[in-house]
């Protein structure tokens, strides 16, 4: 069984910033992707950034500049420092951990339960 626990969330002041990290834990030998998503209300969930194991990037245009991610491979662990951060960037932030390959030798996508961000004007 494989576990994402997000942390960092939490309420900043427009141009403030945070920064959140995911913890995968359990049966791993890799993961080919790690990111985080997010979804503000009434909208549907989105891509903010994701990372590959060899370090390759991808972020959406609207945080490019102002948020980067990195992971710590040897800890399967996930980071995405957010500045110059925005109201518009409220959300909850939910990370993912795709392509991983578990001790059993399946390969499956998995999903943390999500941390709220808020962004007040």
């Known amino acids: 069984q494989v576990q994402l626990v997000e942390s960092g969330g939490g309420l900043v002041q427009a141009g403030g910033s945070l920064r959140l990290s995911c913890a995968a834990s359990?049966?791993?030998?890799?993961?080919?992707?790690m990111g985080w998503h997010r979804q503000a209300p009434g909208k549907q969930r989105e891509l903010v950034a994701a990372?590959?194991?060899?370090?390759?990037?991808n972020y959406a245009d609207s945080v490019k500049g102002r948020f980067t991610i990195s992971r710590d491979n040897a800890k399967n662990t996930v980071y995405l420092q957010m500045n110059t951060l925005k109201p518009e960037d409220t959300g909850v932030y939910f990370c993912a951990a795709l392509g991983v390959l578990t001790g059993s030798g399946d390969v499956r996508n998995y999903w943390g339960q999500g941390t709220q961000v808020t962004v007040s004007s």
């Open positions: 990372i590959i194991s060899g370090g390759s990037t």
């Open positions: 359990g049966s791993i030998f890799s993961i080919s992707t």
